[in-house]
């Protein structure tokens, strides 16, 4: 089946600009993740949700950053006023916690803001 | 608490020899320990994992030993392959929520 979906691939934005991500996860998958990953480094988890809600944000690095997933499939990751530090790939990844402890990645949104 | 620290940052294997890349925590509640593989340009993809219950998992060419008492997990690569140059992250997990991944090495199998 399809895998996880993210869009756009590439995004280039002005200093100041606000941006939205979007991810798909695999059909089914209630619980989804939203991860940051700077250049040369492990990604960083940012939020999680089961179904709509969202059960942990202790990742997003400001109030800039929201997530929502409103009825519990497709996510959107929004930064808003976004900065040049805001630069890096943002990974979205879903699995089925009835299945296991699996994660399974997107390709990611290479956000370059400039 | 959270850390996950990774070594080497990078390795340089020849072709059909062992690639062993090891990873510690400090945090004793995870309870899930994966392995992913990056390609430039892609997503992580996952390789082989391990829950603390056990300590070694095989699949294919690539095995995880894992010790608790040391708070310690490794990934080898046994046979390495041109094929198998990508970069393999660490991770360790608490339930089904949320994964902390270490800093990656950069494997680099020369034929």
């Known amino acids: 089946g399809a895998g996880v979906s993210q869009s756009p691939r590439y995004k280039v934005a002005k200093r100041g600009q606000d941006v939205a991500l979007r991810c798909d996860p695999i059909?089914?998958?209630?619980?989804l993740f939203w991860y940051q990953q700077a250049l040369g480094q492990g990604p960083e988890f940012l939020t999680y949700?089961?179904?709509?809600?969202?059960?942990?944000k202790s990742g997003l690095p400001s109030d800039r950053f929201f997530a929502e997933r409103p009825e519990g499939s497709v996510s959107t990751l929004k930064i808003q006023r976004t900065q040049q530090e805001d630069s890096a790939v943002y990974l979205c990844?879903?699995?089925?916690?009835?299945?296991?402890?699996?994660?399974?990645f997107g390709p990611g949104t290479r956000l370059t803001v400039t | 608490q959270q850390q996950v620290k990774q070594s080497p940052q990078s390795l340089i294997v020849q072709k059909g020899g062992i690639s062993i890349i090891n990873c510690a925590y400090e945090?004793?509640?995870?309870?899930?320990f994966p392995w992913y593989q990056q390609f430039p340009g892609k997503g992580p993809a996952l390789l082989i994992a391990?829950?603390?219950?056990?300590s070694e998992k095989k699949e294919g060419r690539f095995t995880i030993s894992f010790n608790k008492s040391a708070k310690q997990f490794s990934l080898h690569i046994m046979d390495s392959q041109p094929g198998d140059s990508a970069t393999y992250f660490c991770?360790?997990?608490?339930?089904?929520?949320?994964?902390?991944f270490g800093s990656g090495t950069r494997l680099q199998v020369q034929p």
């Open positions: 391990i829950r603390p219950d056990v």
């Open positions: 991770a360790a997990g608490t339930g089904r929520r949320a994964l902390t």
């Open positions: 059909s089914g998958h209630v619980s």
């Open positions: 990844a879903s699995s089925d916690p009835g299945q296991g402890y699996e994660q399974y």
């Open positions: 945090n004793t509640a995870f309870d899930y």
């Open positions: 949700f089961q179904n709509e809600a969202q059960l942990d």
